[in-house]
């Protein structure tokens, strides 16, 4: 079983910046296992947002986020960040960890695991 615990959420003016991070604990059927965000808004459907491989070798974006949020993770300690600048008001959310097998089982809708979320909002 695995557990993950998000943190770093908070109220940000937009144009500014927070970095979320993901503490993995437990045990993955994959060692090997990629790691991913996901948010949802009020009124909507959770959606991608960002993944990573194991070694961080690959990633993966959604395209609203392009060139604004980077993905990164420490394996030794065992935490997925995600560093979210220029934030815009339709970034709000509540933004949730996975872990799946692949960077490609997390983008097309995520593994098995997730975390309990953390919320942004990105207010004047």
């Known amino acids: 079983q695995v557990q993950l615990v998000e943190s770093g959420g908070g109220l940000v003016q937009p144009g500014g910046s927070l970095r979320l991070s993901c503490a993995a604990s437990g045990r993955t059927v994959n060692p090997y296992h990629a790691m991913g965000w996901f948010r949802q808004a009020p009124g909507k459907e959770r959606e991608f947002v960002a993944a990573?491989?194991?070694?961080?070798?690959?990633?993966s974006y959604t395209a609203s986020v392009k060139g604004r949020f980077t993905i990164s993770r420490d394996n030794a300690k065992n935490t997925m960040y995600l560093e979210m600048n220029s934030l815009k008001p339709e970034d709000t959310a509540v933004y949730y960890c996975n872990v799946g097998a692949s960077v490609r089982v997390v983008t097309d809708g995520g593994g098995d695991y997730w975390g309990q979320g953390t919320q942004v909002i990105v207010s004047s």
């Open positions: 990573i491989s194991w070694s961080g070798g690959t990633t």
